[in-house]
């Protein structure tokens, strides 16, 4: 090992050693963005150790592409909303995943080319590079046009559609399996791309939107993957050390969702996202009637609370009204009350979104209480104020087995002394079931835009 | 090779249990820059787009490579970027101000 070489093998140790403490930074919010930006750091060193490599030998098209990707990158960092976040973070999973796709069609490219050897461990890193790369960058792809409403947010879904996915999976991997043997069959190298291609798409079609949080978390998982599997074929650590790290994150964010929705890691896996909607026979409102409220009266029972819990679900980001509600909130805390925010889980469209959300409106983070935390809570507290969350406060999830939300952990709004539900009108939440919490005696519904809502609020309690 | 390989698995099977060690710790309160800070991590993968851009070996991986390297930069440079922008603002509550009493 010359001194070139040991100084690129340091640069990548220090990046390697770098990215994880960056990562156990996140474990405090003191002290997460300081280690991230050492993270950063690492990621600079490791680039430069890189430019070192002996066999790169023309910097032309290296420097335009660090150009362009930094003119791209910089305002996709700096000016995206924090609204758009979960669209914004699904896109990266496609750029991430697109890198480590071509690196591993060029690297298959070069060897058939110049008649190098592919052996079994290469053929097989190559295979599980382009197999997940491809499939993570549809995949994330129709992700993202989903939650930036490009199409139709809702599960599209037809007859026999789990096993045309599962008949695509088992070609591709065949073909897989077939190339580990025969590696110069260049033609299904390519067809399996393609395979692999069109499972990611037809693999998200039949999930909706609220089921994001899981299939964010899983092409955050198998982006790491295609990483790791770069680095195996190009014989590089760091990049299989951060690909394992990202496998590893975005493999324990869907566990960690699919358990909030109460849905086996499994039917995850294999896509059978619509399937409980579309058996979904639960309760229905027949009877039942609704107790409207007017602003007035809402802000009236807000001013005097001494202890309000805030329940924020996706429809606080769809209405923006983030910095409303926290502006409702000061005032109440200005007149004695307190305030805090109960975050389920799977709220928003993606791991932690509501949690985002709030931050950005210099909510501190104290208040923002976790769901086995806070539902010892909501007994002594006088107001829960519903803010555009629906299925995550549906106590059917608890009472009822007959719906198909029934074993979903759930926020135990219904315990609380009165309840305030914040909606845009009566239609039900994306599973498609009826709420019966709307139809407590003690709850009461102001209809209307959140954000509208909210400022309503806001000039009354002003007024009182 | 064979026993490169091997310590290449080993790397990954070491990498992935520090990693599942270290993220189970992390705070659902930060689960999204949790998200973007992994995934401007993975933009590591820049390292091998720069050997296939860079290494003139032939016309196809220089292009492969290029467009890989603009991938990879994009989330190397907003991905950190956006992370640092979503962490800054997490902030504690602030200590009570003189002559407020606390909650």
């Known amino acids: 090992m010359n001194a070139r070489e040991l100084l690129i093998q340091a640069a990548y140790l220090t990046a390697s050693v770098l990215f994880i403490l960056g990562l156990r930074s996140l474990t405090k919010a003191d002290t997460a963005r300081r280690g991230m930006q050492q993270a950063a750091l690492g990621m600079v060193i490791a680039v430069v150790g890189t430019l070192l490599h002996h066999e790169i030998v023309s910097f032309g098209w290296i420097l335009t592409g660090l150009v362009i990707g930094s003119a791209i990158g910089y305002p996709l960092g700096v000016y995206v909303p924090m609204t758009a976040m979960p669209q914004r973070i699904a896109i990266s999973h496609v750029f991430g995943a697109l890198a480590a796709t071509l690196v591993g069609v060029a690297e298959y490219y070069t060897h058939l080319r110049d008649g190098l050897p592919l052996p079994a461990p290469l053929m097989a890193a190559l295979g599980f590079e382009v197999v997940f790369g491809a499939l993570t960058v549809s995949g ?325 | 090779m064979t026993s490169l390989a091997t310590i290449e698995v080993y790397v990954f099977i070491l990498a992935g249990f520090v990693g599942f060690m270290v993220i189970t710790r992390v705070p659902p309160l930060l689960h999204t820059p949790l998200m973007s800070a992994t995934n401007a991590i993975s933009a590591i993968s820049l390292v091998g787009s720069l050997v296939a851009a860079g290494s003139d070996r032939n016309q196809v991986s220089t292009i492969l490579g290029f467009v890989a390297v603009i991938s990879a930069t994009i989330n190397a440079v907003g991905g950190f970027i956006i992370t640092d922008r979503m962490l800054k603002m997490f902030k504690r509550e602030p200590a009570p101000a003189p002559g407020e009493k606390a909650p």
Do not use: C, W
């Not at chain 1, 007859?159 to 110069?184: C, D, E, K, W």
């Not at chain 1, 990049?239 to 493999?251: Q, T």
């Not at chain 1, 209405?319 to 909130?329: D, K, N, P, W």
């Not at chain 1, 087995?401 to 135990?412: D, E």
């Open chain 1, 140 to 464: 994330s792809f129709m992700a993202f046009s989903k939650l930036q409403e490009l199409i139709p947010g809702r599960p599209l879904t037809y007859r026999g559609q789990n096993l045309a996915n599962i008949s695509l999976f088992v070609m591709t991997m065949g073909i897989f399996g077939y190339l580990l043997f025969h590696p110069t069959a260049a033609q299904l190298f390519y067809v399996m791309v393609g395979l692999a291609f069109l499972f990611g798409i037809l693999l998200v079609l039949p999930i909706g939107g609220a089921d994001m949080p899981v299939v964010i978390s899983l092409m955050n998982s198998y982006a790491g993957l295609a990483s790791a599997a770069t680095g195996f074929a190009i014989g590089n650590n760091v990049l299989i050390i951060a690909g394992a790290l990202d496998g590893a994150s975005g493999f324990i964010l869907s566990v960690v969702m699919s358990k909030a929705m109460n849905r086996s890691f499994g039917n995850v896996l294999f896509g059978a996202f619509g399937s409980v909607v579309a058996s979904g026979t639960g309760k229905t409102a027949e009877g039942l009637t609704v107790r409207e409220i007017s602003a007035e009266d809402a802000a009236v029972q807000l001013a005097y609370a001494r202890s309000v819990i805030v329940v924020p679900g996706y429809g606080l980001a769809v209405a923006q009204a983030q910095h409303a509600v926290r502006e409702l909130a000061d005032l109440i805390e200005r007149r004695g009350g307190e305030v805090k925010y109960a975050i389920h889980p799977v709220a928003g469209r993606m791991p932690g979104h509501m949690n985002v959300l709030l931050a950005e409106a210099n909510v501190p983070y104290d208040r923002l209480v976790e769901m086995d935390e806070i539902n010892g809570q909501f007994p002594q507290a006088d107001v829960a104020l519903v803010i555009g969350a629906n299925d995550v406060v549906n106590p059917a999830a608890r009472n009822d087995p007959a719906s198909p939300i029934y074993g979903m952990p759930i926020l135990n709004v219904d315990q609380a002394q009165k309840i305030i539900v914040m909606k845009r009108s009566m239609n039900p939440g994306f599973a498609g079931i009826e709420n019966e919490l709307f139809y407590n005696e003690k709850t009461s519904m102001l209809f209307g835009d959140a954000k509208q809502s909210l400022t309503r609020l806001v000039t009354e309690v002003k007024s009182l």
